[in-house]
């Protein structure tokens, strides 16, 4: 069975510093990748997907940079955390094109000091 | 660009109360996905629903696709606490991407 793994489940960071977030899949071969982040009060907002290694698809200009090194590995980085990229961050896969479901991680909730 | 409207966005029942939550959009859907979030946790895929007209149903929760394929509704009956969490139906925004809403955040309070 396929599982999705994402690491830490909770960050605290100060503002001005990096971060490396990490995602992988198990189970599956080629699936879409994607990063989401919840801000409080807010809807899901995709920051990037992917279908394929090294292919990174940017949903929002913003302070985040996403790469994906392996098949079922994604990675959510950043060089200076600013105090807005606090939130809840999900990893997701799928397999396929159009209206398949779409399979969670458990989520990094990040707090910027 | 497509756009659907979840409602109510806030709603607070007591157990044993039943209960109808709303997508509707002005656009056709090909099919549309619910998801329940439990607080603290990844949206959880609860059901697909495809033919317009089509009912679900998954123990207390019967699930409905407009005749037109244009929305969709949630019913839930005698609600439970577990039942708690936000509710999303969100759309298809590209050929692997879906466009998420804010939601329906429902509390059932013991």
């Known amino acids: ?113 | 660009t497509q756009l659907l409207e979840q409602s109510p966005q806030f709603l607070s029942i007591q157990e044993g109360e039943n209960l109808t939550v709303y997508c509707n959009s002005s656009s056709v859907f090909s099919s549309l996905q619910w998801y329940r979030q439990e607080p603290g946790e990844g949206p959880v895929l609860l059901v697909t629903v495809v033919t317009g007209g089509e009912v679900k149903k998954l123990k207390r929760l019967t699930f409905q696709f407009g005749d037109a394929r244009k929305d969709s509704s949630l019913h839930i009956t005698a609600a439970q606490p577990g039942d708690t969490g936000l509710y999303l139906c969100p759309i298809q925004g590209g050929s692997e991407k879906l466009v998420f809403g804010k939601g329906t955040k429902l509390t059932v309070n013991p």
């Not at chain 1, 995602?23 to 080629?30: F, H, I, M, P, R």
């Not at chain 1, 999900?90 to 094109?97: E, K, M, P």
């Open chain 1, 1 to 113: 069975s396929q599982t999705i793994h994402q690491w830490p489940a909770t960050l605290v960071q100060p503002v001005g510093s990096p971060l490396s977030l990490e995602c992988t899949v198990e189970g599956t071969s080629n699936p879409n990748l994607y990063w989401y982040r919840q801000a409080a009060g807010r809807g899901l907002q995709l920051l990037f997907y992917s279908v394929g290694i090294g292919q990174i698809s940017s949903e929002v200009p913003q302070n985040l940079s996403a790469s994906r090194p392996q098949d079922r590995q994604f990675i959510l980085s950043s060089k200076k955390l600013l105090l807005s990229d606090s939130g809840f961050y999900l990893c997701a896969w799928s397999v396929g094109q159009y209206n398949q479901p779409q399979h969670f991680g458990d989520g990094t909730r990040l707090s910027i000091l």
